[in-house]
């Protein structure tokens, strides 16, 4: 691992459980996670079926999301996944569309969208009503975005090709789920761990920051708006919104209280830098308790 990634590790997590999680993101192998997809079926059924299949699953603190335990083959063979019963989903990866919270009729913007397992989850919260607009820049990963959706049944989703930034509109739930440099998967994904560098952390953060300002601006006053990354360092997270947020807006505790010692609270403090309080509302997910990917979260609310 690259030491500038493994000394931000230790600034964020601890020096003792910052080599913990590097050593999990470097030789770990994450649990395989599915959500059951209620708008579709019920999950004590999925969980019969798929047994049936030789499919093991066990209980997470969410209702709807399962551990496999023991499968003959790849999940997203069985039947079950191609009908859009389930969804193979890490288990970090379902706390951003948690958090929002969002309720119909929404309508909710989901900002970089594909390839869809948050917009379809958001879907699944709104219980198929009101509106979610899934947007997505690349035309070719809006291809797999309406693929997923259409196998999910989520008749409340409009997809959207476009740039985020140049949305007319503004929505009161938000999730912004930029690009990111993926150091809480890179457990994964062994050649984006071996082609890290301090400057594409860099270059992703002027992007995410770019997106941040242009949606923060259309959120109306009362609005949320939930910034994750499946990224660990502060260059890609409490820096993004230090500099972004003002006073109009409120970083408001989020964590759900399921993940417990996993959530580790945001930094107000970096290399002799202060950064905002409530940036100690925001929270990252340590992926060593769950089995999990790492992601961070932040909760946004517009207060004027
Ligand atoms: C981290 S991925 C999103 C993952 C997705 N939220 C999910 O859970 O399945 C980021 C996505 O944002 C898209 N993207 C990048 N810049 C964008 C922009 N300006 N507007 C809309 N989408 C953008 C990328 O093409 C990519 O598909």
Known sequence: MHPELLRRLEEVFGPDRGREVARFLEEGRPETYVRVNTLRAD??????????????????????????????????????????????????????????????????IDACAAPGSKTTQLAQLMGGEG?????????????????NVVRMGCVNVLVHVGDARGLPVGAPFVLLDPPCSGEGTFHRDPHARSTWTPAKTERFSRVQASLLRALLERLPVGGRL?????????????????????????VVPSAPGWLGEAAVPGLTEWRGRSLRDDLSNAFRIDPTVFRTDGFFVALIERVA
């Not at 004590?44 to 499919?55: F, M, N, P, Q, T």
């Open 43 to 108: 999950p004590e059924d999925v969980v019969r079926s798929l047994e049936g299949a030789g499919v093991v699953l066990g209980e997470t603190p969410l209702d709807y999301a399962f551990v496999v335990e023991d499968s003959p083959g790849p999940v997203g063979s069985c039947l079950e996944h191609v009908a859009g019963h389930v969804y193979v989903q890490d288990l970090a990866s379902m706390v951003p569309a948690e958090v929002l919270g969002p309720e119909p009729p929404g309508p909710v």
């Open 131 to 147: 509106v979610v607009l899934a947007v997505e820049k690349d035309p070719g990963r809006a291809g797999a975005l309406v693929h």
């Open 226 to 250: 939930v910034y994750s990354t499946c990224t660990l360092s502060p260059v890609e997270n409490e820096l993004v919104l230090n500099e972004v947020l003002d006073e109009r807006f409120r």
